[in-house]
Antibody
Framework: EVQLVQSGAEVKKPGESLKISCKGS????????IGWVRQMPGKGLEWMGI????????RYSPSFQGQVTISADKSISTAYLQWNSLKASDTAMYYC???????????WGQGTMVTVSS | EIVLTQSPGTLPLSPGERVTLSCRAG???????LAWYQQKPGQAPRLLIY???NRATGIPDRFSGSGSGTDFTLTISRLEPEDFAVYYC?????????FGGGTKVEIK
């Protein structure tokens, strides 16, 4: 079964750093792009960026460029989303999703809820 | 950046009805790389349609997609109780990828 399993919910304070993970299984991890999508409470979906685990080529949405870092470790089939200094406005559900041969997202992780509060 | 506008924002309907959801792009979507997703409360989105008209694996044939260029449509031929959800379109023909604001299909 193809699946993406994300790390658990996080509660952080403003200014703290955070790295959340997304582990793929049941398919060739290095062959398909993995994207990250933000969903703020009660809001819609926002594309953050995407990485090709085979060579770590990464693209970012202009809205998130410089705000987060996307990386991957193909040896353990895991992609990451990282913040150096969290803000309250980063409070959201974050999903990773695997692409098909093009960039439609056919398999989604279960989501990681990040809460940033003092 | 390609802006996607979905209409209507909310659609009150009854089971058994036919549903037509609209997604309009601010500029032409390359190669008709337009996808539709369904999201239910507390769940991750699920891919329904890719390439404007191709059903994803396991998606019932009551779901169909059509359109090209800047105007796209998702049709549900006959609403089932499990179809009440929020539907998003997404273009993936050019970076940055973008999503529409969503249409909520709710029970009348």
């Amino acid at each position: 079964e193809v699946q993406l399993v994300q790390s658990g919910a996080e509660v952080k304070k403003p200014g703290e750093s955070l790295k959340i993970s997304c582990k793929g299984s049941g398919y060739s991890f290095t062959t398909y792009w993995i994207g990250w999508v933000r969903q703020m409470p009660g809001k819609g979906l926002e594309w953050m960026g995407i990485i090709y685990p085979g060579d770590s080529e990464t693209r970012y949405s202009p809205s998130f460029q410089g705000q987060v870092t996307i990386s991957a470790d193909k040896s353990i089939s895991t992609a990451y989303l990282q913040w150096n200094s969290l803000k309250a406005s980063d409070t959201a559900m974050y999903y990773c999703a695997k692409t098909r041969s093009s960039w439609a997202f056919d398999i989604w992780g279960q989501g990681t809820m990040v809460t940033v509060s003092s | 950046e390609i802006v996607l506008t979905q209409s209507p924002g909310t659609l009150p309907l009854s089971p058994g009805e036919r549903v037509t959801l609209s997604c309009r792009a601010g500029q032409s979507v390359s190669s008709n790389y337009l996808a539709w997703y369904q999201q239910k409360p507390g769940q991750a989105p699920r891919l329904l349609i890719y390439g404007a008209s191709n059903r994803a694996t396991g998606i019932p044939d009551r779901f169909s997609g059509s359109g090209s260029g800047t105007d796209f449509t998702l049709t549900i031929s006959r609403l089932e109780p499990e179809d009440f959800a929020v539907y998003y379109c997404q273009q993936y023909g050019s970076s940055p990828l973008t999503f529409g604001g969503g249409t909520k299909v709710e029970i009348k």
